[in-house]
């Protein structure tokens, strides 16, 4: 069952209720208030679940940003060994 209809399902007035009569500041019977923190504890927790997945969408890509630029300060500090003077083969050649 996808979330969209899921929402519909929960959100569809109850039957012989319109929208002008749902809220007209009638109370609200208590099975219908436990009918509102159902729905309201299901987009809740969609909504949790969503943020879920963006913030692990995000902390991949940074995951993947921080390897690619380790592999690069391997290649430079490298290089950087290879073509510096070496202070301790003095002492041999002289």
Do not use: Y
Not at 22 to 31: E, K, P, R
Not at 40 to 65: G, S
Not at 82 to 90: D, H, Q, Y
């Amino acid at each position: 069952m996808g979330l969209g209809r899921l929402a519909d399902e929960r959100t569809a007035l109850p039957a012989g209720a319109s929208a002008a009569s749902f809220g007209s500041g009638t109370a609200l019977a208590v099975g219908d208030r436990a009918d509102h923190r159902v729905l309201e504890r299901d987009i809740l927790t969609v909504n949790a679940t969503l943020v879920a997945q963006t913030q692990n969408e995000e902390m991949k890509t940074l995951t993947q940003t921080c390897n690619a630029q380790n592999e690069e300060v391997k290649k430079i500090s490298a290089w950087a060994a290879i073509c510096s003077p070496r202070p301790w083969s003095a002492p041999c050649t002289g």
